[in-house]
Each structure stands twice: as C-alpha cells, then as structure tokens.
C-alpha cells in the first residue's frame, strides 16, 4: 500500500523462501535510493504476496538485522548473482526484507 496515495500495488519480485518465510531484496538495480515499495513496506509492513501456489498470503514484513542480512545474503547471490554486482554499484548497504506468514 502506498504510504502516500493508500493505493495497492503489486510489485514482481524474486524471493528466497527460507522455512515459511519469503526473503525479498531492495536491490533497485544498484541505484543509489531504496526502491518505492520498500518504504511502503516498511510504512505498512502488513500486506499480501502473491506466490506459486498461494494467492492473498497476509504476511508482515521487516528488515533483516545485520546477522541475518549476513548469513542470507550469500543465498541471495547465489539466488541471482546481480545482488552482488548491484551492491558494488552503491553506497547504500542493500536493505534485505523478510516476510512472514501472519
């Protein structure tokens, strides 16, 4: 939900599914600002994801603290191997997010 307008988007993205959370990454191609819908996200956490095999799972997202920033990244890259190149790119420190079932 667009923490201005109050609009719903949807936004596609890649995940890592880590136990019954969903792991997303704030990439934004390397750019130097967070993409939109992570400060949405972190304006309204609780939203709705859309993934194979389920529709409408109410989630509630957060940032991962540095830990677990740190041991999910490696799968993260191994996930898509731009993240890394994307981090080079920027001096921001790539937020990683995760969703869990509510």
């Known amino acids: 939900r667009g923490r201005k307008s109050g609009k719903l988007f949807t936004t596609p993205l890649l995940y890592l599914r ?9 990439s934004q191609g390397g750019h130097p600002k967070n993409p939109q819908w992570y400060h949405n996200l972190v ?3 609780d939203t709705r994801i859309h ?3 389920q529709r409408n799972l109410e989630v509630s997202a ?3 603290s540095p830990d677990e920033r740190a041991a999910l990244w490696p799968r993260l ?4 191997a731009d993240f ?5 790119w920027t ?4 937020p ?3 969703l869990s079932p509510r």
């Open 18 to 26: 880590d136990g019954n959370n969903y792991i997303i990454v704030a």
């Open 43 to 45: 304006a309204s956490p």
């Open 51 to 53: 993934v194979k095999g």
């Open 62 to 64: 957060r940032v991962a």
């Open 77 to 80: 890259v191994d996930l898509y």
């Open 84 to 88: 890394e190149k994307y981090q080079r």
């Open 91 to 94: 001096d921001r420190e790539i």
């Open 96 to 98: 990683v997010l995760i």
